[in-house]
């Protein structure tokens, strides 16, 4: 039997844990394996030393919130702003023409109808808004056009088991690196409003912008109800581990990619503790019968790293 004591430690585990299970829930997965990486051709290059942006791992772990440019001269650290792109090598790479880049999301994306406007997993990327007054020291105002951005056309495609991939109706799936420019103060798990566009910018300024975004930190959102099987009828598949970007012309930088977390993840998590405590118990009378709950921390590593 279950004495007080272990009975009272029992139940302060079971506070710690729901206190972990909640936490998990805010914040967005990250992508953890390059899968796959061609270039393609006419991929972005420095402009001061020519070296293109192919390091591919560049596009895993959580997006920029700040670009910390060793640059003897023009260097220091920048916040990522609407107004501020990450330019670095080791923060973005690039795909040309005939390029894809295919990760694994440490979280699968989930196609869970309480996702705000349906969306379940986002890409960033490196466009930013034109400032139009001037004013670059913290006062700029744009007039909603990027620079940057993507200025071909881009496909994205989702798979559950990294061989079988279903792209994402083009006619609804944006365009990768363009819409909407990265807000490192933002929550990367939280997708901007998609029925914005360009000209809902127009005359705005930081605070403006970020007003639109109502706490997102910007990107491209998509859809798993958009995938489509080669026929062109959706498939309806309910989670993807994997997600592959291809570029059919220009070419397109990616920063990171972010899954929309679970509102459920923590109710998830106590019914496997529920299962642990039940296993553990009978155990202890000698009726055991393995309860093995899986456990769901498995990317507790992507949490480090946070930087304002
Ligand atoms: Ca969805
Ligand atoms: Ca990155």
Do not use: C
């Not at 490196?126 to 020291?137: E, K, M, P, R, Y």
């Not at 809902?200 to 109800?225: E, H, K, N, P, V």
């Amino acid at each position: 039997m279950v004495n007080k004591t272990q009975h009272s430690l029992l139940r302060t585990g079971l506070s710690l844990v729901i206190v972990g299970g909640w936490a998990r829930t805010a914040q967005a997965g990250f992508a953890d394996a390059i899968v796959a990486y061609e270039p393609g051709t006419g991929y972005a290059t420095d402009w001061a030393t020519g070296e293109g942006y192919l390091n591919e791992t560049a596009a895993l772990g959580m997006p920029s919130r700040v670009t910390v440019d060793p640059d003897p001269q023009y260097g220091g650290a920048f916040p990522v702003d609407p107004f501020g792109a990450p330019y670095l090598r080791s923060q973005i790479v690039s795909l040309g023409e005939g390029g894809e880049l295919t990760v694994r999301l440490a979280t699968p994306a989930i196609n869970d109808p309480a996702h705000p406007y349906g969306i379940d997993f986002q890409i960033y990327g490196s466009a930013a808004f034109v400032i139009v007054n001037g004013d670059f020291t913290g006062g700029g105002v744009t007039d909603g056009s990027l620079f940057g951005a993507t200025l071909g056309e881009t496909r994205v495609a989702v798979s559950e088991d990294g061989t079988t991939f279903y792209e994402l109706n083009p006619s609804l799936a944006p365009v990768v690196d363009a819409l909407f420019p990265t807000d490192g103060m933002g929550d990367f798990g939280l997708a901007v409003d998609p029925s914005l566009a360009a000209a809902d910018f127009d005359g705005q300024d930081l605070a403006g912008i970020r007003a639109l975004y109502t706490g997102s930190a910007g990107g491209a959102g998509y859809d798993l109800a958009w995938a489509l099987d080669r026929e062109g009828n959706p498939v309806g598949i309910d989670a993807a581990r994997f997600v592959r970007v291809s570029v059919l012309s220009g070419h397109a930088e990616i920063d990171g990619f972010a899954t929309v977390p679970e509102a459920s993840t923590g109710a998830l998590f106590l019914l496997g503790l529920a299962g642990l405590l039940t296993g553990r118990r009978a155990r202890r009378i000698g009726q055991g019968s393995e309860n093995n709950p899986r456990n769901p921390a498995d990317d507790t590593h992507h949490t480090a790293g946070h930087r304002a």
